[in-house]
């Protein structure tokens, strides 16, 4: 080989070094982009999260100090009798409409809201609700807006629920009876009747609401019985397991549901749901140790008022 063509190609493999040397330098240096992103308006996560976290605190404070009122404490009583239970027009598990009786029991009048559930963590050291793990980064930054005193307390799970409701001398409410109290004796669609009014109640679409509201502000989201936030603001625990066949297995008289499953019976939609799903007869079922944004509970109680 001549000492031009031994020229030629020692520069040629000089040429590629340097280049390889320059993209290492790219890859491991200085970081450059994100400081240039940082000044154009780019936030790092960790900061996120860190004044996710802050604005919470001030938020759980808030709501620790908050004065809860006898009206947020009171119980509806529902008389012993017949209702409709189910819908004709429903999913499979929903079927068939049967006649069901029922003792006479007492209902929260309003869902469990953060400043009783909070009071509840204060003297018995309860774990504090989940409000994080299955959200999308845009509701994640804005988690201490569902920490409002008067609004319902979501994130728990079934057993959070029982606990609470406990604790309170209380139980969680059958299926048969939260959707008594939600129908009354008719086959109403929605708590207050057959129109679709989804302005009526905290659901996904212009309300006013983001996410939830306080459990008293939707004035038109009532029962005949007088019970609030049945179809929306935020879905709702109940005892019951769930079965798709409990309408046809299950006595007409005081029904349970199933002894055993897998999943827990959830009723009423949430704030981040459409009309449709706000129904009275609507079922939805749940592993009991989820914990979501969306879901939260209230309690009920046997026997006559007191």
């Not at 509701?139 to 409002?148: Q, S």
Request: charge should be neutral; hydrophobic fraction near 35%; glycine fraction near 8%.
């Amino acid at each position: 080989m001549s000492k031009y063509l031994i020229g030629i190609y020692l520069a040629l493999v000089i040429a590629i070094l340097v280049i390889i040397q320059i993209g290492i330098r790219q890859k491991s240096g200085p970081h450059e982009p994100e400081r240039q992103e940082t000044e154009q308006g780019y936030t790092p996560l960790a900061t996120k999260l860190a004044k996710v976290e802050e604005e919470s605190r001030k938020a759980e404070l808030e709501v620790k100090q908050a004065k809860i009122g006898e009206d947020f404490e009171s119980m509806v009583f529902i008389p012993a009798g017949e209702f409709f239970m189910g819908s004709n027009d429903g999913s499979y598990d929903a079927k068939p409409v049967r006649m069901v009786y029922l003792d006479g029991f007492s209902i929260d009048k309003y869902e469990v809201t953060f400043a009783q559930f909070y009071q509840f963590i204060g003297l018995t050291g309860h774990r504090k609700p989940r409000l994080a793990g299955y959200l999308s980064a845009s509701v994640t930054e804005d988690i201490p807006l569902f920490i409002r005193a008067m609004n319902p307390v979501v994130g728990v799970s079934w057993d959070d629920a029982v606990e609470y409701c406990q604790w309170k001398g209380k139980r969680l409410p059958s299926e048969a009876e939260w959707e008594k109290a939600a129908k009354g004796t008719d086959k109403r669609k929605w708590p207050w009747g057959n129109e679709e009014r989804s302005e009526y109640a905290n659901l996904l679409g212009d309300d006013g609401a983001p996410y939830t509201a306080p459990v008293n502000q939707f004035r038109k989201d009532v029962s005949p019985y007088g019970v609030y936030d049945l179809a929306g603001n935020a879905m709702e625990w109940v005892a019951d397991w769930f079965n798709q066949d409990s309408y046809r297995i299950l006595p007409v008289s005081n029904p349970l549901g199933v002894s055993s499953g897998e999943s827990r019976v959830i009723r009423g939609a949430s704030w981040n749901d459409s009309i449709k799903r706000a129904q009275t007869s609507i079922r939805f079922k749940m592993s009991p140790e989820y914990r979501d944004v969306t879901i939260g509970f209230r309690c009920a109680k046997s026997g006559s008022p007191p």
